[in-house]
């Protein structure tokens, strides 16, 4: 059974990172934390990948739309990807998880957007 989900899993993820390729042109779709953090801040993200073992400190300005990153010991910052998937869930979009072996290099979110911003 874990073979079936894992290919399964493996498939959503792949078609994932193809339909945020083929929107970024429109820009409605991004790899970038920063311009993720903006659509998901205005509601905008309609479905969202983060990398579930590697997490990207910092903070969300409020009202601003951008990410600040930050030193993972401090008290300030935070893991960036959880407070993304908080945000894409409440505004009603969905969330995909993916460890570092199952996405491209230096990949920490994938985010296809409901309009262009």
């Known amino acids: 059974a874990r073979a079936i989900v894992a290919a399964g899993q493996g498939a959503a993820i792949a078609a994932h990172l193809d339909e945020v390729n083929n929107r970024r042109s429109g820009n409605r779709g991004s790899m970038d934390v ?3 953090a903006r659509a998901a801040q205005e509601g905008r993200v309609e479905r969202l990948l983060v990398n579930l073992d590697t997490p990207v400190y910092g903070t969300l300005e409020a009202g601003v739309g951008s990410f600040v990153p930050g030193a993972p010991d401090s008290a300030q910052t935070y ?3 959880d407070e993304l998937a908080g945000l894409t869930i409440r505004n009603g979009g969905e969330v995909l998880g993916a460890h ?3 996405l491209p290099e230096g990949v920490m979110a994938a985010a296809t957007f409901r309009y262009a911003g």
């Open 100 to 102: 570092r072996d199952a």
């Open 34 to 36: 920063s311009e993720i």
């Open 79 to 81: 893991d960036v990807l």
